[in-house]
Structures are given as structure tokens and as C-alpha cells.
């Protein structure tokens, strides 16, 4: 069995962060930040940050949701997993990026393209009110 090809060793001494920003640089702006036990790659500012990738253990893993699930399961790119603290795998919605888009700048620009635009409507779905046919109604303290 081959070993897939991964980021340079994630010693936290920024390496694997410089290159994750050389990677991303010509397609979109990000910053990244620790957490997970790797590093969240986001985009935007303020209150329009969101979260387009992450790396783990070594591995690029891009933003995915119901629209851009087909073309990923088309490139064979597995689901992020992870333990939860009672051991109980959680799958996120993220997919590891497939290897030849680590060659190919274009197919890497076209997953960028895929895993912003995701993470574009999941962040217009937690602004949207939640109210399930609720009313809700202001209460203003009495004078």
C-alpha cells in the first residue's frame, strides 16, 4: 500500500503553516489559526470569517456541504473523522483534498473554488434566523 503524499512534518514551527499560505496565496486570502490539533485555514474578516479548510495529521482537508458532496465523492476524497472524547467517531464536513490538486495548481484553484463557495452558504445559513414559524416578539422594560 502507498502512502498518500502530505505537508511538510507540522512541527508548529510554521513551516507547514508558510506553506499552506504559498498554496492558497494565488487562489484566495486566508489566515490561519491552531485548533483541532492542527490548523483552520479561514477566509474573509470579522464578522464574515469563515472557515474554508483545515489541516490534520499532515493533511489538507477543504469546506464541503450538500451541493459540492457529489464532485468530491467523484474524486474519491473521504470525509474528515474524528474521535469524540466517549470514542464515538464524528464526521465533519470536510473532505480530504484529493492528491493531484497538491500538483496541479488549476485543480487546486477548482477545489478552493468548491470549498469557498461552501463555506459561503454555511455561513449564510447561521445568520438566518432560526425561528421554526416562532413569532418573536421585542420586550421592553416598563418606564
Known amino acids: 500500500m502507498t502512502r498518500r503524499p502530505t505537508l511538510p512534518a507540522v512541527s508548529r514551527n510554521d ?22 490539533g492542527g490548523t483552520g485555514v479561514f477566509t474573509g474578516d470579522g464578522p464574515d470569517r469563515r472557515m474554508v479548510a483545515l489541516e490534520a495529521d499532515g ?28 470514542g464515538v467517531a464524528s464526521v465533519m464536513s470536510y473532505r480530504r483534498l484529493p492528491e493531484e490538486a497538491l500538483d496541479d495548481t488549476e485543480v487546486f484553484a477548482r477545489w478552493v473554488k468548491l470549498a469557498d463557495a461552501a463555506s459561503r452558504r454555511a455561513a449564510r ?9 416562532k413569532t418573536t416578539a421585542k420586550i421592553r422594560p416598563h418606564a
Do not use: N, V
Open 15 to 36: 513551516d507547514a503553516s508558510l506553506w499552506i499560505e504559498d498554496l492558497f496565496r494565488p487562489h484566495l486570502a486566508i489566515s490561519l489559526r491552531r485548533m483541532f
Open 59 to 86: 493533511e489538507l482537508w477543504f469546506k464541503c456541504d450538500d451541493q459540492t458532496a457529489p464532485q468530491w465523492e467523484a474524486a474519491g476524497a473521504e470525509p474528515f473523522r474524528y474521535a469524540k472524547a466517549d
Open 125 to 133: 445559513t447561521k445568520a438566518r434566523p432560526r425561528t421554526k414559524g
